[in-house]
């Protein structure tokens, strides 16, 4: 995989993102670089009082083989590649924005954190095709990542950004 051209897709659906929020009336501050690494967050939103610091997650393919990405299914982070909690743990964010083909939404942290407790099995499996509410590890790597359904996350969501 390469990592260089896998960085500057993140970059730019970042700057996608951060364009159709400021059409919904939110400031946006991207985060450095350190935010970004140890504190697991992409953007700083404010609209009024609110103030949201959310992890940008664009679509993504279930299987690297796969020839397009996939909306149906995302994947959260539990554990990191060195082991430690995961983006879906991390301590100084409100939430994430999943991208959907039309749309993101927004998923408070603590919402996504109910649902892995309530339908992740602590099984691993070694396919990634077989992740679906089950521990993925990557090769070589401490992370443990489980696939879930966009539908069961949907209900969860508490902002909705149509792309335009």
């Not at 504190?39 to 404010?46: G, P, R, T």
């Not at 954190?113 to 309530?118: A, C, D, F, N």
């Not at 990634?128 to 996350?153: C, E, F, H, M």
Request: charged residues 35%; glycine residues 4%.
């Amino acid at each position: 995989m390469d990592t260089r051209r896998e960085y500057k897709k993140g970059v730019a659906k970042e700057e996608e993102f951060i364009t159709l929020a400021k059409t919904y009336g939110y400031g946006c501050k991207k985060s450095t670089k350190r935010e970004d690494i140890e504190d697991h967050w992409d953007v700083e939103l404010s609209k009024l009082n609110e103030i949201l610091k959310v992890d940008v997650k664009s679509l993504k393919k279930i299987d690297r083989y796969d020839s397009a990405p996939n909306e149906d299914y995302i994947w959260l982070e539990i554990k990191n590649v060195h082991g430690k909690f995961g983006w879906c743990y991390a301590e100084k964010i409100n939430g994430f924005f999943f991208e959907r083909f039309n749309s993101w939404f927004y998923v408070e942290k603590e919402d996504a954190q109910k649902l892995i407790k309530e339908k992740v099995k602590k099984e691993y499996v070694a396919n990634p095709n077989n992740a679906l509410y089950k521990l993925y590890r990557r090769s070589g790597r401490q992370d443990a990542i489980t696939l879930v359904k966009a539908n069961d996350l949907l209900p969860y969501a508490k902002k909705t950004f149509i792309k335009t």
